[in-house]
């Protein structure tokens, strides 16, 4: 039996820093298989933005087992984990966050920056191989205020695959664009997931990006359950 990319049991989260300590997840328990595409759904202040930071190693204030690609991410140190996430897990947020003084490439280099040991000629040519990949390769000189919004995030999303990660994370990734935009950016999803294989785990409370994930799970109450997309025209 393959193992799941990403394990959790038992996760519990809570607000620490509220006057009374606040209860975010409680028992969470989800294992994604290689190679799935999972759309995570709930309602406006659910957990699932927090869930996603958890399993991405960008929050470590939480009990329970955490377990991606392996590696448990409470065993790790701070630099280790650093080191893990660059390599393994590509990030996508709703605002592609891209700095408007460099050019597309370098915006795609930048996690390179962070501690890869890539000879740089070895980093450019991944950085352009990235921006090819999104369907883009001829926006690598140009900087990102030139561009539209879909393909400022497909700019996003060709710095998330600079090091290819086996994992993709994507926190509602088309909540800043159009229609037709987030169409762009959700085909790309599922022609990454089926063509290369990568494990996409996508937040978001639109149906239509629900519809078109092969699993769905619910967050309720601070627990997950699976679900089916028709029932994400629920989610507010």
């Given at each position: 039996?393959?193992?799941?990319?990403?394990?959790?049991?038992?996760?519990?989260?809570?607000?620490?820093?509220?006057?009374?300590?606040?209860?975010?997840?409680?028992?969470?328990?989800?294992?994604?298989?290689?190679?799935?595409?999972?759309?995570?759904?709930?309602?406006?202040?659910?957990?699932?933005?927090?869930?996603?930071?958890?399993?991405?190693?960008?929050?470590?204030?939480?009990?329970?087992?955490?377990?991606?690609?392996?590696?448990?991410?409470?065993?790790?140190?701070?630099?280790?984990?650093?080191?893990?996430?660059?390599?393994?897990?590509?990030?996508?947020?709703?605002?592609?966050?891209?700095?408007?003084?460099?050019?597309?490439?370098?915006?795609?280099?930048?996690?390179?920056?962070?501690?890869?040991?890539?000879?740089?000629?070895?980093?450019?040519?991944r950085a352009a191989w990235a921006l090819e990949r999104v369907g883009l390769p001829d926006v690598a000189g140009r900087r990102p205020n030139l561009l539209s919004g879909g393909e400022?995030?497909?700019?996003?999303?060709?710095?998330?695959?600079?090091?290819?990660?086996?994992?993709?994370?994507?926190?509602?990734?088309?909540?800043?664009?159009d229609r037709l935009a987030g169409e762009r950016v959700v085909a790309l999803f599922e022609e990454l997931n089926a063509r290369d294989g990568t494990t996409i785990v996508v937040i978001?409370?639109?149906?239509?990006?629900?519809?078109?994930?092969?699993?769905?799970?619910?967050?309720?109450?601070?627990?997950?359950?699976?679900?089916?997309?028709?029932?994400?025209?629920?989610?507010?």
């Amino acid at each position: 039996m393959t193992a799941p990319v990403l394990e959790i049991r038992g996760l519990v989260k809570t607000w620490r820093d509220a006057a009374r300590p606040a209860p975010v997840l409680g028992g969470v328990d989800l294992a994604v298989a290689p190679g799935e595409l999972l759309a995570v759904v709930g309602r406006s202040g659910s957990g699932k933005t927090t869930l996603l930071s958890i399993v991405g190693g960008l929050d470590r204030d939480y009990q329970g087992l955490v377990r991606v690609l392996g590696r448990d991410l409470a065993a790790l140190s701070d630099r280790e984990l650093s080191a893990f996430r660059n390599r393994s897990i590509g990030f996508v947020f709703q605002f592609h966050h891209l700095l408007p003084h460099l050019t597309c490439l370098e915006n795609v280099l930048l996690p390179w920056h962070f501690g890869d040991r890539l000879a740089p000629h070895e980093a450019t040519e991944r950085a352009a191989w990235a921006l090819e990949r999104v369907g883009l390769p001829d926006v690598a000189g140009r900087r990102p205020n030139l561009l539209s919004g879909g393909e400022q995030q497909r700019v996003a999303i060709a710095r998330a695959l600079l090091f290819q990660p086996p994992l993709l994370l994507c926190d509602e990734p088309t909540g800043s664009l159009d229609r037709l935009a987030g169409e762009r950016v959700v085909a790309l999803f599922e022609e990454l997931n089926a063509r290369d294989g990568t494990t996409i785990v996508v937040i978001s409370h639109e149906a239509w990006i629900a519809r078109r994930a092969r699993r769905v799970v619910r967050v309720a109450d601070g627990r997950l359950a699976d679900s089916d997309a028709a029932s994400a025209e629920e989610v507010g």
